[in-house]
């Protein structure tokens, strides 16, 4: 049988019919194809990053989402080149017309901090904690630009208000304990527009800080990405983040894309069981029902007033060093048959929408009326819920009714 993932990669997208070079793809800032990231460990190549592909347009954002574990920061430090040395990277990052994997060490330096920018996870420790906050900009300016330390000096403190940290000047002379988790951030958000960046890549950058804190961080990423024209690469575990400022969304699951699209199309009518259970391991809202919209759907993390248990998704995440065979969800999913543990599925577009890809291999009409009823025993009794998956219906989906299009065998 012939392999799902050639002219794709796992987890990646076979480029449509009749889209070659000159097409609109052409026009894309970032295009990643294929990327792989294996890292040696005692027990074995763990791999982090299995086939990835994407692309993301200048003044778009792009949100990855899934669970820790699931490869979004190592697929992001990948573009950076920051990944540990011992890392093995392949694939291709294309990167302005430019193939970052082919860059050394040098042309990779030169390129970071300038039209390529990162805002980390953590500002504490990404913060040098024995320099002062404007030593810190001045630094990131001059290393890209040739401009006297008073000039840096001058852009600095415009950077600092740029992000609305009050008394911009005075804080230039603080050191990074000395300011707020929102401040923290905001710097670092200043350091990564320091030299105005092609493309951000922002990993978690509402993490750990309170609601209010965030809405202004999210607020000021799209006011700077309007200015500014840049595009943004999300890394986050909050759909709430993802429905407020991202234009498309990527669901991440033990190293692949599982499903990707529109941020309206993937939280409104997602398409892959991995992706409903995200959406359900959300805190609901009283009073907030099956919702008209991605943000109704998704609360952030922060937002107070949830009532009811959470609804965890089962089991343990896929290991990376030995992954399942077939579908990697498979152990996991509810709604798994037999051939879904050595057929291996591909990322694919839905029939009736080719701008959404999902890589599961219950038919698609299946998955729509499978989300349906799982919305309705969403907002629905527990009797409702408890028949959602019955033995009547794996019978049947198992029978005569088995989806006929499953792809084609691999060795997952």
């Known amino acids: 049988m012939s392999d799902p993932n050639s002219d794709r990669g796992r987890g990646g997208v076979a480029a449509p019919e009749g889209q070659l070079d000159g097409d609109p793809r052409a026009s894309a800032l970032l295009r990643v194809e294929d990327l792989r990231v294996q890292l040696p460990t005692e027990d074995g190549l763990l791999g982090a990053v299995d086939g990835i592909s994407y692309e993301l347009h200048a003044g778009r954002t792009l949100g990855i989402v899934g669970e820790s574990g699931s490869g979004k920061t190592v697929s992001a430090l990948a573009l ?3 990944n540990p040395k011992h890392a093995r990277v392949s694939g291709r990052i294309d990167f302005d017309g430019r193939e970052l994997l ?3 060490s040098q042309q990779l330096r030169a390129l970071r901090g300038d ?3 990162m805002i980390f996870q953590d500002p504490l420790s990404s913060l040098h904690p024995l320099h002062r906050v404007g030593w810190q900009l001045v630094e990131a300016i001059r290393a890209h630009r040739d401009v006297a330390k008073a000039a840096a000096r001058e852009r600095a403190a415009e950077l600092l208000d740029l992000v609305g940290i009050p008394d911009a000047r005075a804080r230039l002379h603080a050191y990074p304990h000395e300011l707020s988790g929102g401040q923290r951030q905001r710097v670092m958000i200043a350091m ?3 030299n105005e960046p ?4 922002a990993d978690e950058p509402t993490t750990a800080l309170d609601v209010t804190v965030q809405a202004q961080i999210l607020a000021l990423l799209a006011r700077l990405q309007r200015e500014l024209g840049m595009a943004i690469l999300l890394v986050t575990h909050d759909l709430g983040v993802v429905a407020e400022i991202a234009d498309e969304v990527a669901v991440m699951y033990a190293g692949r894309i599982v499903e990707r699209g529109s941020t309206e199309q993937v ?3 997602p398409s892959h069981p991995y992706t409903w259970g995200l959406l359900r391991s959300i805190p609901r809202l009283e009073g907030g029902a099956a919702g008209h919209g991605p943000a109704s759907r998704a609360p952030r993390d922060s937002d107070r007033g949830a ?3 959470l609804e965890p998704i089962a089991g343990r995440p896929a290991s990376l060093i030995s992954p399942p065979s077939g579908c990697r969800f498979h152990p996991r999913c509810p709604y798994a048959l037999p051939d879904h543990a050595r057929i291996d599925p591909a990322l694919a577009p839905l029939p009736d929408d080719p701008a959404h890809l999902a890589a599961c291999l219950l038919a698609p009409e299946e998955r729509t009326r499978l989300w349906s009823k799982e919305e309705r025993a969403r907002l629905g009794s527990d009797e409702e819920r408890a028949h959602l998956w019955s033995d009547e219906e794996r019978t049947r989906l198992g029978s005569d009714e ?8 691999t060795h997952g």
Request: hydrophobic share 55%; net charge negative; aromatic share 0%.
């Open 80 to 82: 950076m080149g920051l």
């Open 192 to 194: 990564a527009l320091a």
């Open 115 to 117: 039209e390529l920018a």
């Open 307 to 309: 009532v009811g248990e």
């Open 102 to 104: 082919a860059l050394d």
């Open 198 to 201: 092609k493309l951000l890549i």
């Open 402 to 409: 088995e989806p006929a299009r499953l792809g084609d065998e």
């Open 267 to 269: 939280l409104t009518a």
